[in-house]
């Protein structure tokens, strides 16, 4: 977002860096000139670094695709630079209450003490002569192998004769997230991304090739090794890699303990899991561990490879931020049985055991935010599921509304730039209007930045609206949206905030912010209406209003559908032209130009809709030509998936859309926690939409509920497929953990453990929400292992014999697919409250409710939309429907429900 790199400036300027680096020469410290060690297992092939014995290289037996950035070894050789292999520690003597020494292999390297190696061990060293300070402690490292992975053994010995508390304990892990200076083919072909599960014992980090494909690989906990948090290491930042950059996010550690960070830096912080230290006697000996597997099936495999290790392995349905009052289910899968399980905060969360391994979890009624899930097995192993526990779906929508058009909602018309009437962003820790912010379009209603707040409010009213927030929405759109931030051409402005203090002597500029950066547009800058991805959100605004006039007609007082329709249509066609720049890439929430076009066809519009048609194939046409379709305005990026699906589908370009699934599957995870769980890899935006500002893996940040677009379609296309619904309802349902009790929704979370806080700034946080809107419903799956279930309702029945009943209790109620029969079913009004369909007759059947509050709607159309082309439902019940808008019209009832009848006609 928002940064004007493109990959070609990338590499130049990375190229320079690089050349200059090599001109100053890169330290060896590690000991490169002394060669590798090669060890081999059954399932991997791995070197290590013959004088500091740390992991180079490792790529699955029989493969050539290398996990580790080995190609960069010698730009990763300094002191400070971390390695698999390598240890931190903190310690003290016992009872001192004093402060903690630091242990650091990395620190200071010096080659290690090379030992003869015992049962099953491939390498071994002393560390001593590179942990110069760790006085008692006595550290050997061992590269095992484990029924043929490799493992990674530490055995920690108290030398001393006083008992020493072990305070932290930690493994860096270093994997192939280093783009820098690498062409966008190279990067896919050799890069990939982790992401860890901090479960305790049944905790691990998951890594995969950064395309999607090829085996992927597990480090799951060698005996008594819980992961009980993970920690964003801090290392020197070379050019020539560019550490902690949009190239190159940085690394992290698997933290077996974390007390004597939890009491220092982290202090006032709630962590994931409890933090603790060890105790260790004079002479007595510790050993922990970690054990790499490869999943040879890729990404889908992971569970099945964590489970082989013999590490327990929990699933959850629909994942695991869920409403309260609304049962989940939870499976798990471990080698003992569950001894007990306990909520924390105590009883926020009410299990029922529905058979051996699966259980119901339904958050108290009363409860909200982050809650924990301990599993208690009887070999003594824990593992924490965590859960976020938001209000029912529709309240959370609710106070999402009357937050944004309230507290939110700016109406000084005083004001010079034209900013009033409008939903602004927000700072939640100020309790305030964001009205200025040195990145100008943060107050300037533009960017994803700018427009997160008005976006959310505008979507919110396509799936909820309200009488008095459409009245708001109504009086922004002809006030400011369509006089100013577009131009009468329908072109949209970077941003209508911006830093001119002699242009306008009268506005106080704050003297607080440094106004000298690039980011403080002037006036020129800031009405220039260059860029595509702006257009998107305006385009969605218009769009969203649309569907109220349509469905809800006596809402709206200012302007007519056609009109709304008509805007969002030419918004997109003026996008289009060659003086908008991005255009020819995949634009985040652009499958809202999707749904224009079926708007329009349904409306009979069809010169629009065919000159939408002809915009659009164009553009899959170049992408379906490109290796690597996925440009941004960013050197890597996970906003351009999106709309390459979306097209890529829709003409029927196969391969790219494939592989574009793919692409999104390796940036996207699933672990059951809350936060990782369907969240979509971004890590730089905090710099451009968050109040808190540096590189950091971000907690649903946009990319959960736009990349979640993706996965469902491609899962309604194909429900055996069900990893990707698990997936993508995780990123899909991120979107709702981000509103907080009062209705605010923050940009992002901050996922450091020193932080664990949603940011202050509403920022970006809107196309992340329309992502929710476009994609969210009720979706009904037969899973290999675990059966029928349900994501975003509660399922009785099983669908076999008689029917299956499923009561909706997503954000979505507008949009229901039945997967065994491959039918998707949408209404434009009220809500669906609940369905049941039969599997033998292939039947659907829905009852239509009113939304909760007002407005009432007279009727709701309905599209039914089948994966077997073939196959067309009519609806038999009730006789009052009539055909409108390619569905079918019908009529609600002003108080109690319509039940209606689909047959395959
Ligand atoms: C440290 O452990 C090694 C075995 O790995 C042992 O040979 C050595 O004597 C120990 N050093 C001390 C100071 O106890
Ligand atoms: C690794 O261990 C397995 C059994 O656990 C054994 O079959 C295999 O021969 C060992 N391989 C090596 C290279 O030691
Ligand atoms: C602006 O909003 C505030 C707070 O909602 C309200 O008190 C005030 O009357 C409004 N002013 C105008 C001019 O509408």
């Known amino acids: 977002m928002l940064f004007y790199w493109n990959q070609d400036i990338v590499l130049c300027v990375f190229a320079f860096a690089t050349l200059l680096s090599s001109v100053v020469g890169q330290s060896d410290n ?5 060669g590798y060690i090669t060890i081999t297992t059954a399932n991997f092939k791995a070197q290590i670094v013959r004088d500091a014995q740390v992991l180079a290289s490792l790529s699955p037996a029989g493969g050539t695709f290398d996990f580790l950035p080995f190609d960069l070894i010698s730009a990763r050789a300094g002191n400070g630079q971390y390695h698999w292999g390598d240890i931190t520690f903190r310690y003290r003597e016992e009872g001192s209450g004093g402060a903690w020494t630091d242990g650091n292999s990395a620190a200071a390297r010096k080659p290690v003490t090379s030992l003869k190696t015992g049962t099953g061990a491939l390498a071994a060293s002393n560390l001593a002569p590179t942990l110069p300070t760790t006085g008692p402690l006595n550290v050997t490292r061992e590269w095992l192998n484990v029924s043929g992975d490799l493992g990674l053994r530490f055995t920690i010995e108290n030398s001393g004769d006083s008992p020493i508390e072990i305070g932290s304990l930690g493994f860096p892990a270093e994997f192939n997230s280093i783009f820098t200076n690498r062409a966008a083919a190279d990067t896919q072909r050799l890069c990939s991304l982790s992401d860890p599960y901090v479960g305790m014992h049944a905790g691990y980090i998951r890594a995969n090739p950064v395309r999607g494909t090829g085996a992927a690989l597990v480090v799951t906990p060698l005996g008594d090794t819980p992961l009980e948090a993970y920690r964003n290491l801090a290392e020197p930042s070379y050019a020539a890699t560019g550490y902690g950059s949009q190239t190159f996010e940085g690394f992290y550690e698997w933290q077996v303990l974390s007390r004597a960070w939890a009491e220092n830096e982290w202090a006032g912080v709630k962590p994931w ?21 490869v999943a040879p099936g890729g990404v889908r495999d992971i569970d099945e490879a964590v489970r082989k290790t013999g590490t327990p392995v929990a699933f959850g349905v629909p994942g695991y931020i869920i409403p309260r009052g609304s049962p989940s289910q939870l499976f798990l899968q471990a080698d003992s049985d569950v001894a007990s399980m306990t909520s924390e905060p105590v009883a926020s969360l009410a299990v029922a055991e529905l058979s051996e391994t699966s259980y119901s979890i339904t958050p108290a009624s009363t409860f909200w935010g982050r809650a924990k899930l301990t599993v208690n097995y009887a070999d003594g192993k824990i593992q924490t599921i965590h859960y976020y526990v938001t209000k029912p779906a529709a309240d959370t929508l609710g106070d999402l509304g009357r937050f944004l058009t309230t507290e939110q909602w700016y109406n000084d018309t005083s004001d010079p730039f034209g900013r009033a009437p409008s939903v602004m962003s927000y700072d939640y820790e100020a309790r305030s209007i964001v009205t200025q912010d040195p990145r100008v379009w943060i107050a300037g209603l533009s960017d994803e930045g700018g427009v997160g707040a008005y976006l959310a409010a505008t979507a919110k009213q396509a799936i909820q609206p309200d009488a008095e927030e ?48 690039w980011t403080s547009w002037n006036e020129d800058s800031a009405y220039a209406i260059d860029r595509a991805y702006d257009y998107v959100h305006v385009a969605a605004a218009y769009w969203s209003l649309y569907r109220v006039a349509r469905a809800y007609p006596s809402l709206v007082k200012t302007h007519n559908w056609e009109w709304y329709l008509n805007q969002a249509y030419r918004t997109v066609i003026r996008g289009m032209q060659d003086d908008v720049g991005y255009n020819r890439l995949g634009l985040m929430g652009e499958t809202v130009f999707g749904e224009i076009l079926a708007d329009l066809t349904r409306e009979g519009l069809t010169s629009a809709a065919s000159a939408l048609t002809t915009s659009m194939r164009s553009r899959a046409t170049q992408w379906d030509s490109e290796e690597v379709p996925y440009g941004s305005e960013m050197a890597w990026d996970s906003t351009g998936q999106e709309g390459v699906y979306y097209w890529a589908k829709y003409f029927g370009f196969a391969n790219t859309a494939t592989k574009t699934v793919n692409s999104v599957l390796g940036y996207m995870p699933t672990v059951p926690h809350w ?52 997936v993508g309802y995780g990123g899909a349902s991120g979107p709702l953990s981000n509103i907080n009790e009062a209705g605010f929704a923050s940009a992002s979370f901050h996922s450091w453990p020193g932080t664990l ?23 009904v799956a037969r899973h290999p292992t675990f059966g029928l279930l349900a994501y975003g309702g509660t399922l009785s029945g099983t669908g076999d014999g008689g029917a299956a009943v499923v009561r909706t209790t997503g954000p979505v109620s507008r949009r229901i697919f039945v997967g065994p029969l491959g039918v998707t079913v949408t209404v434009d009004a009220g809500s669906v409250r609940s369905f049941s369909y039969e599997e033998a007759r292939g039947s659907v059947s829905l009852t239509l409710a009113q939304l909760p509050g007002p407005p009432k709607a007279a009727a709701a159309v309905l599209w039914v939309e089948t994966n077997n082309a073939a196959v067309k439902y009519r609806v038999s019940t009730p006789s009052g429907a009539t055909s409108e808008r390619l569905g ?18």
């Open 30 to 34: 590690l000991g490169l000139k002394n």
């Open 273 to 293: 899991n409890t933090p603790s230290s060890r105790t260790l006697q004079p002479g007595q000996t510790l050993q922990f561990g970690v054990r790499f597997s």
């Open 470 to 517: 459409v009245t708001k929405l109504e009086a922004f759109i002809d006030q400011v949206l369509w006089p100013t931030i577009q131009t009468d051409d329908f072109a949209v402005r970077k941003s209508i905030f911006y830093y001119d203090p002699s242009g306008l002597p009268q506005y106080s500029y704050s003297s607080a912010i440094d106004w000298t950066s």
């Open 675 to 726: 936060g990782w769980n369907g969240n979509a890899r971004r890590y730089w935006d905090n710099i451009y939409g968050g109040k808190l500002k540096r590189i950091e893996r971000q907690i649903h940040h946009y990319g959960s509920g736009l990349n979640a677009l993706v996965l469902l379609s491609a899962f309604r296309s194909d429900p055996t497929d069900t990893y990707l619904l698990h």
């Open 757 to 779: 806080k949603w940011d202050g700034y509403s920022g970006d946080y809107g196309p992340g929400f329309l992502g929710l809107v476009l994609g969210s419903g009720t979706y």
């Open 888 to 905: 079918w019209r019908i009529p609600l009832a002003a108080n109690g429900d319509v039940v209606v009848e689909l047959t395959k006609s």
